[in-house]
């Protein structure tokens, strides 16, 4: 009888090249060959240069739009499919679409559940992905997902600036959940904004649940599009009497003014990591690698281990 190939291979979709090299180097393994052919009307066509039969493969590529980053991982998917890999993980470190999640108007649709369809219809037998913008979009898949944390990663950084009068605080009602978490896991108060929006991405008015006085404040949130609620909540609790305003943020978007904003404000540092190439356009960033996050997990994942450690809110 035939040998199953057992080893595990990993793959990058085109914007994740960058942080699928650093997964690869953390598992022990080098970047799987995939070669990008594209036609002049922009169709392109992903074609592994390797065998897969047989094998577990994890290809890596966050679905931020445009929408070229989520058909490239469907055509990934679908590829190793027809190529007869044995398991096809689909690791997204940025699960792109997910705001839509619920219908919050009339004829609106529900995009983040068409994108769990649509990644499972095209071949994918485990999603890996960190920090949904909702947890219950785990639901909308029938195969197993592993949302993991990116607290595992913010966490020690924080412990390591040694902030004296430390208050997490949440930029929004929706992000509560979270702050309460990482307020239990560092020992600290928490402060909540309340904010009303004009249209998506235009806030109306803020206002602050809670004191800053004399406190080192960071905000926690899981992602940052345009900077402008981040932004605003810093000047808020800077006017308020905080000490200083930093803020952790998983996915570092960075669309329209987002740059202008992070500089203009009194937001002393902005902590994201890397599941989303960040341009380094502000002093203010600093970027934490999740490659080597992604990799434990993998790793564990492919030798039927259990992940329950870096389930840390």
């Known amino acids: 009888m035939p040998t199953i190939v057992t080893e595990a291979k990993i793959f990058a979709c ?21 070669i990008m052919s594209t036609y002049s009307d922009g169709e392109f066509q992903p074609s592994y240069e390797e065998s897969i039969r047989g094998t577990r493969i ?7 739009p445009g929408p070229e980053n989520l058909m490239e991982m469907l055509l990934m998917i679908d590829a190793a499919k027809r190529a007869s890999a044995r398991h096809i993980t689909a690791v997204l ?14 004829r609106v649709p529900i995009a983040a559940k068409l994108v769990a369809k649509t990644l499972e219809a095209a071949g ?9 913008h ?3 979009i785990q639901g909308f898949f029938e195969k197993p997902v ?3 944390f990116a607290s595992t990663i913010f966490l020690p950084y924080l412990k390591s600036l040694g902030l004296d009068n430390l208050t997490i605080a949440s930029p929004d009602m929706g992000g509560s959940k979270r702050a309460y978490a990482y307020a239990k896991a560092s020992g600290s ?26 406190k080192n404040v960071v905000l926690v949130d899981d992602m940052v599009d345009t900077a402008g609620t981040l932004t605003k909540a810093a000047d808020l609790m800077m006017e308020r009497g905080a000490l200083s305003v930093r803020a952790i943020c998983t996915h570092a978007l960075l669309s329209g003014k987002a740059y202008d904003n992070l500089n203009n404000s009194k937001l002393e540092e902005l902590i994201v990591t890397d599941s989303i190439p960040v341009k380094p356009l502000s002093d203010k960033i600093r ?11 993998m790793e564990k994942v492919h030798n039927n281990q259990s992940i329950a450690s870096k389930f840390v809110m």
Not at 93 to 106: C, L, V
Not at 124 to 132: E, G, Q, V
Request: proline residues 2%; glycine residues 8%; hydrophobic residues 40%.
């Open 14 to 34: 085109t914007q994740s090249q960058v942080l699928g090299e650093k997964i690869a180097k953390a598992f022990g393994t080098e970047l799987g060959k995939v």
């Open 134 to 136: 909702a947890d219950q």
């Open 287 to 297: 970027v934490l690698s999740c490659a080597d996050l992604f990799a434990e997990v």
């Open 146 to 148: 592993d949302h993991l």
């Open 189 to 214: 108060d928490v402060v909540i904004c309340y904010k009303q929006r004009a249209k998506a991405n235009v806030i109306s008015h803020m206002e602050l649940i809670g004191d800053v006085t004399g």
């Open 93 to 106: 470190p940025y699960f792109g679409w997910a705001r839509q999640d619920r219908k919050d108007k009339p």
């Open 124 to 132: 994918a037998t485990r999603i890996i992905t960190m920090d949904l």
């Open 58 to 64: 994890f290809i890596i590529g966050s679905t931020n």
